[in-house]
T-cell receptor, first 113, second 113 residues
């Protein structure tokens, strides 16, 4: 069965530094991968989508890479701010026809001032 | 305002009772989803629907039921057959096939005692 892994330990970084979160997957070749942000007690919010034929995607301070050979995606937040503190989830598509996703358990990011 | 609404935010029920969670969207999206989230875990798909009057089971459909009589509404019933119903329930929608992004509601936290 497919498996998607995110570091369960919280990532603690200093304000202004670059945060890098990892998403690894096995037993599947997704057409695309997504990253979401989730704050405590709230629903996830979509951040970025990257397709299998794209190596990198950027949006403001966010950057996502997608290595289909390593079966890994990296999510970077540059010039991190305390407001970036949240749990970040990656999701990959299970169905190449329909938007059906499998979510990782998320990594909690703490940005300290 | 466009978006997805879930009600209520918190719900308490006695064991053995069925309970229905509401999900409404005014985004004119074709696809809708129900997920369950437990502490430290990712989102697990319960049911999803691509169009009105059609829905499919996700990975953990046992003990749950849904209906999709209107495009805007996708209620979830947690039945007494669900062995461990206490969880955070999230509803989401997306425009349709291969569009990528999912929009989530604020969630309903169900506690069954």
């Amino acid at each position: 069965s497919q498996k998607i892994e995110q570091n369960s330990e919280a990532l603690n970084i200093q304000e202004g530094k670059t945060a890098t979160l990892t998403c690894n997957y096995t037993n599947y070749s997704p057409a695309y991968l997504q990253w979401y942000r989730q704050d405590p007690g709230r629903g996830p919010v979509f951040l970025l989508l990257i397709r299998e034929n794209e190596k990198e995607k950027r949006k403001e301070r966010l950057k996502v890479t997608f290595d289909t050979t390593l079966k890994q995606s990296l999510f970077h937040i540059t010039a991190s701010q305390p407001a970036d503190s949240a749990t970040y989830l990656c999701a990959l598509d299970l169905d190449r026809y329909f938007n059906k996703f499998y979510f990782g358990s998320g990594t909690k990011l703490n940005v300290k001032p | 305002d466009g978006g997805i609404t879930q009600s209520p935010k918190y719900l308490f029920r006695k064991e053995g009772q069925n309970v229905t969670l509401s999900c409404e969207q005014n985004l004119n999206h074709d696809a809708m989803y129900w997920y369950r989230q437990d502490p430290g875990q990712g989102l697990r798909l319960i049911y999803y629907s691509q169009i009105v009057n059609d829905f499919q089971k996700g990975d953990i459909a046992e003990g749950y039921s849904v209906s999709r009589e209107k495009k805007e509404s996708f209620p979830l019933t947690v039945t007494s057959a669900q062995k461990n119903p206490t969880a955070f329930y999230l509803c989401a929608s997306s425009p349709g096939t291969r569009s990528g992004e999912q929009y989530f509601g604020p969630g309903t936290r169900l506690t069954v005692t």
